[in-house]
């Protein structure tokens, strides 16, 4: 069966520092992978999407980049952090099937 | 651009009752896939139902259900004899048809938290 793997789960870092976010996923081969941010009590934003390796788009401007250097591993990152990076951070793929299948996510906060 | 809106951002419901979340989008495409899902406390995000825009019949999933009026373009999703375990937010979501690309990018909207009163 397919598992959704992200680390790490939380992570408190200084404005101005960098950022490296993992998922990984088992199971399956060639998926499309997503990136999303929730901030507190609100829904989804996509931030970057992938459909093969070394290909991202970026959905919204900001200071964040995605790479996907293997298959099945999706790497969101950033240079400097700024207060507005918190929130809660949702990797997701999906393989032949219409929907798609969330990591346990990783709560990321900015100070 | 396509939109997804759920008005309710809270609901209650008594255990054992009946409960329906609302939902409503805008698109121009015809074809497309409509999905509900649970985020619990641990955050992580729960498929509870699909459903495919070309059936006209409505999904069932055990205590889940869905009221899918295309012409309206709504998406509701109805839980039966609810469990204190269905305390969640919700979140009714949109998937693009993706084109050649096939992306499927999934558009969500803003949630609706649900109490279960024991």
């Known amino acids: 069966s397919q598992t959704i793997h992200q680390w790490p789960a939380t992570l408190v870092q200084p404005v101005g520092s960098p950022l490296s976010l993992e998922c990984t996923v088992e199971?399956?081969?060639?998926?499309?992978l997503y990136w999303y941010r929730q901030a507190a009590g609100r829904g989804l934003q996509l931030l970057f999407y992938?459909?093969?390796?070394?290909?991202i788009s970026s959905e919204v401007p900001q200071n964040l980049s995605a790479s996907r250097p293997q298959d099945r591993q999706f790497i969101l990152s950033s240079k400097k952090l700024l207060l507005s990076d918190s929130g809660f951070y949702l990797c997701?793929?999906?393989?032949?099937?219409?929907?798609?299948?969330f990591g346990p996510g990783t709560r990321l906060t900015v100070l | 651009a396509q939109t997804v809106t759920q008005s309710q951002p809270e609901m209650s419901v008594q255990e054992a009752e009946t409960v329906t979340l609302s939902c409503t989008y805008d698109?121009?495409?015809?074809?497309?896939?409509l999905f509900w899902y649970k985020q619990p406390p641990s955050r992580q995000m729960i498929l509870v139902i699909r459903q495919e825009a070309y059936k006209q019949q409505n999904a069932t999933e055990n205590r889940f259900s869905v009221n899918f009026q295309k012409a309206a373009k709504s998406f509701s999703l109805k839980i039966s004899d609810s469990q204190l375990g269905d305390a969640a937010m919700y979140f009714c979501?949109?998937?693009?048809?993706?084109?050649?690309?096939?992306?499927?990018?999934?558009?969500f909207g803003q949630g609706t938290t649900l109490q279960v009163k024991p």
């Open positions: 698109t121009s495409e015809s074809d497309y896939y």
């Open positions: 997701a793929w999906r393989g032949r099937w219409p929907e798609q299948f």
């Open positions: 199971g399956t081969s060639n998926p499309n």
């Open positions: 992938s459909v093969g390796i070394g290909q």
């Open positions: 979501a949109y998937r693009t048809p993706g084109g050649s690309s096939n992306t499927g990018k999934l558009i």
